[in-house]
């Protein structure tokens, strides 16, 4: 079983739909919840940060965390076609070592 | 503010040659760096963690003496691949973290190597 389980998609969605993307994993360890945007040949870029369970909000993105269920989500109001890229979660317990996720490629249509 | 780069971006080399690839933190200092895999459609798989003027630390399967890794400064990483081989060709990252409280990584565009 890998640590962090991540659908690849694609998720394709209209301009404007709610997107939900999730995580699940299994090390209680983690402690530390981020996704990252990757576009195409591009290195992956920080969206959201959490610590420990809860959630957080930035724009247009909210990120939760519920460790007793070993799941993560990020949610996404009012997608744009710019949102198009690919989504990674990535998992720490510290000592700087992230564990990825697969990456999940979201497609948004005009 | 938080910029790394890399370079070259792209590479193409033949079988059994070897291959530099230098990460940089453009505008703040990196006391350690990270070296990434990312194979297509897959995830970003840690191959080392290197800490300014010490040795590399290696993940379990990553052979060190094909994945050469010198961090010689606190701006500078790089990552040799020696004698390539085509299963080498890969999409390798770098990501940089400058800070001692965050668990923030910097990360680099990437380099497309491909091995012929």
């Known amino acids: 079983q890998k640590e962090v389980e991540q659908d690849p998609g694609p998720l394709s969605v209209p301009e404007g739909a709610i997107v939900s993307l999730n995580c699940t994993y299994s090390n209680s360890a983690f402690q530390y919840f981020m996704w990252y945007r990757q576009y195409s040949r591009k290195g992956p870029e920080l969206l959201m940060y959490?610590?420990?369970?809860g959630n957080k909000e930035d724009g247009r993105f909210t990120a939760q965390v519920d460790k007793s269920s070993k799941y993560i989500s990020l949610f996404i109001r009012d997608s744009q076609p710019s949102d198009s890229a690919t989504y990674l979660c990535?998992?720490?317990?510290?000592?700087?070592?992230?564990?990825f996720g697969t990456g999940t490629r979201l497609l948004v249509s005009p | 503010g938080a910029v790394v780069s890399q370079h070259p971006s792209r590479v193409i080399c033949k079988s059994g040659t070897s291959v530099k690839i230098e990460c940089r933190s453009l505008?703040?200092?990196?006391?350690?760096m990270f070296w990434y895999r990312q194979f297509p459609k897959q995830s970003l798989m840690l191959m080392a963690t290197s800490n300014e003027g010490s040795k590399a630390t290696y993940e379990q399967g990553v052979e060190k003496d094909k994945f050469l890794i010198n961090h010689a400064s606190l701006t500078l990483s790089t990552l040799t691949v020696t004698s390539a081989h085509p299963e080498d060709s890969s999409f390798y990252i770098c990501s940089a973290d400058g800070t001692s409280d965050s668990y923030e990584q910097y990360f680099g565009p990437g380099t497309r190597l491909t091995v012929t």
């Open positions: 959490t610590y420990s369970s």
């Open positions: 990535a998992l720490s317990g510290g000592f700087q070592k992230l564990v």
């Open positions: 505008d703040f200092q990196a006391t350690t």
